[in-house]
């Protein structure tokens, strides 16, 4: 079974720092895409970043871009987002996700519960 | 920045037909956007529905259907049931990322 389990969020001061990891098991995650994806109170989804299975290739969202650093240990099958000079606006809930892809196209299948990152005074 | 836009919110009979539309404003939504649409109750992660168009995923039920309507993806609930007023939300490759729909508020009434 396809587990994602996402943990390390918390309570953090705007300009502060955070890492959030994600655990996969269930399936063999140094061959998948991975993503993180994240969602505002009472908002929408919004695309975070994507990373290739075997980290060489990282993309991000213009909103994050320089801010946010997706990495993954293909040992310890983690997922991870080091967030720096946090905003208020980057309050949300944080989920990891797996990409699967076949001849129709990319498609994210299995998703965490999520874990939420406050960011506030 | 890509702009993905879906109706706000839709309101649908029990047992009857629905359709949400998902629009790019870079143009006309094809194959190449690689459309996904996802079901998010409250509280819960988005769960798959639909990918490349129209292809399900092994849990998705048969009364979800995706197609390509007027320049746009489209997801059709036939025989709407009262489990399936949820939020839906697309999902579309610009080029450069990904970019979700502000997402559809669909109610059974």
């Known amino acids: 079974e396809v587990q994602l389990v996402e943990s390390g969020g918390g309570l953090v001061q705007p300009g502060g720092s955070l890492r959030i990891s994600c655990a996969a098991s269930g399936f063999t995650f140094s061959s998948y895409y991975m993503t993180w994806v994240r969602q505002a109170p009472g908002k929408g989804l919004e695309w975070v970043a994507n990373?290739?299975?075997?980290?060489?290739?990282?993309f991000y969202a213009d909103s994050v871009k320089g801010r946010f650093t997706i990495s993954r240990d293909n040992v310890e099958n983690s997922l991870y987002l080091q967030v720096t000079s946090l905003r208020v606006e980057d309050t949300a809930v944080y989920y990891c996700?797996?990409?699967?892809?076949?001849?129709?196209?990319?498609?994210?299948?299995?998703w965490g519960q999520g874990t939420v990152v406050t960011v506030s005074s | 920045q890509t702009v993905v836009t879906q109706e706000p919110s839709l309101t649908v009979s029990p047992g009857g037909t629905v359709t949400l539309t998902c629009a790019s404003s870079?143009?006309?939504?094809?194959?190449?956007?690689?459309p996904n649409w996802f079901q998010q109750k409250p509280g819960q992660p988005p769960r798959a529905l639909i990918y490349g168009v129209s292809n399900k995923h092994s849990w998705t039920p048969a009364r979800f259907s995706g197609s390509l309507l007027g320049g746009k993806a489209a997801l059709t609930l036939s025989g709407v049931q009262p489990e399936d007023e949820s939020e839906y939300y697309c999902?579309?490759?610009?080029?450069?990322?990904?970019?979700f729909g502000g997402g559809t508020k669909l109610t059974v009434l």
């Open positions: 996700a797996r990409w699967g892809k076949d001849s129709s196209g990319w498609f994210l299948d299995y």
């Open positions: 990373i290739r299975p075997d980290a060489n290739d990282k």
């Open positions: 870079t143009g006309a939504v094809t194959s190449g956007f690689y």
């Open positions: 999902l579309l490759y610009d080029g450069r990322g990904w970019v």
